[in-house]
């Protein structure tokens, strides 16, 4: 009988690393898609939708560039001296380091490190579903959706941090509700409180939503 069990456990491993195989090549196909869809007007300047919002974050990257503090950095909203934090900086600073390693133009590497972060949460989102053992065909469904969003499409390429604390958010959603699964694994939660607070100091409204979704998983 316990043979048994042993042999009926092989065969589910197998399906379940199959499935997940089969998913994987899908999203790989599915992600080559988005970029090229991402890439129509890649070197258009930023003066699409939400324009003003845009170019305010590109000028905070501007002025990191050329040296201007990381905490009281430069936005030109109510006049001199030029300095009212609306968030922490990460974002922009990320792409002021990007523009300055890759030499790549300064509205291009906004595009780049926003659409790097999208990316990013949608791996959070598969070793979540992973990790918690669901179908990979949970994986796929959310993917498709994610993926094919026209609202994604067009918000995950642009000059704004809201990718970079979606990815944050998600990233300690992930990593806190294993950690409540698997209470051993203490280094998760340190990780949890360092996603936690970037994700706060990003973006502190889009933070909201996870943290309440963990509240309700602990309780």
């Known amino acids: 009988m ?38 129509i007007g890649w070197n258009n300047p930023i003066l699409d939708r939400h324009q003003f919002r845009q170019t305010q974050t590109a000028i905070t990257s501007y002025w990191l560039l050329r040296g201007s503090p990381l905490l009281a950095y430069e936005t030109p909203v109510l006049g001199p001296p030029w300095s009212i934090p609306l968030e922490f900086p990460l974002y922009q600073a990320g792409t002021a380091l990007w ?38 065909e949970c994986f796929a469904v959310f993917s498709v959706l994610y993926l094919t969003s026209p609202l994604y499409l067009f918000w995950s390429r642009t000059f704004m941090m809201e990718t970079t604390a979606l990815t944050l958010s998600v990233a300690y959603l992930a990593v806190t509700w294993i950690a409540i699964k698997f209470p051993d694994r203490r280094l998760l939660l340190l990780l949890a409180t360092v996603l936690g607070s970037l994700a706060a100091l990003v973006k502190v409204t889009t933070f909201a939503g996870p943290i309440m979704a963990v509240c309700i998983g602990y309780f």
Do not use: N
């Open 2 to 39: 316990s043979a048994l069990f042993l042999l009926t456990d092989k065969h589910s491993g197998k399906r379940f690393v199959s499935s997940w195989r089969s998913i994987s090549i899908l999203i790989v196909m599915l992600v080559a898609v988005h970029m090229m869809i991402v890439s």
């Open 99 to 136: 523009s300055e390693w890759t030499h790549m133009q300064l509205d291009q590497s906004g595009r780049t490190v926003s659409l790097f972060s999208f990316y990013i949460c949608l791996l959070c989102v598969g070793w979540l579903i992973r990790r918690l053992q669901l179908p990979a």
